[in-house]
């Protein structure tokens, strides 16, 4: 399945529903929608929010693929050039009060799926995230 949404925070809620319906449609347990959604809002959120230099409108493109038990996330973007592989983590051992703002959602995200692979080509950003072993039809 395959979504194109504005740069516009207001679409988050038309990400939601995509994921939502891909979801139902492969019968995906609903810790796994969450974890999708979750992941994909924080990304696409950072998108919106940090990866453009100008106010204009930009296209966001998703795509979820599910086959052989393997789940495939990915997020293509013409923002400015950023890899997520290369963010530092952030010190978990930090009270919250004393930390930076930010470094969390990355952090999040790479610990929900087995892989996360960046590209920068044709100066747009490619994302893909993996999760292997997905256990279809689960509660």
């Known amino acids: 399945m395959e979504l194109v949404i504005q740069n516009d925070l207001r679409e988050i809620e038309t990400l939601t529903r995509f994921v939502e319906q891909f979801a139902e449609q492969h019968k995906l347990p609903p810790k796994l929608s969450f974890q999708i959604n979750l992941a994909l809002e924080e990304l696409v959120t ?8 100008d106010a204009g409108p930009h296209k966001i493109r998703l795509v979820l693929h599910m086959a052989d038990g393997r789940l ?5 973007d013409d923002g400015c050039a ?8 952030p010190d978990l051992d930090v009270p919250l009060e004393d930390r930076p703002v930010g470094g969390l959602g990355i952090h999040l995200v790479k610990n929900m799926f087995d892989s996360m692979d960046y590209r920068r080509e044709n100066d747009k950003n490619w994302l893909i995230l993996t999760k292997n072993h997905v256990n279809v039809g689960a509660t």
């Open 82 to 89: 950023f890899n997520p592989l290369e963010a530092p983590p």
């Open 72 to 76: 495939t996330a990915e997020v293509e």
């Open 46 to 53: 950072n998108i919106i929010s940090y990866g453009y230099s």
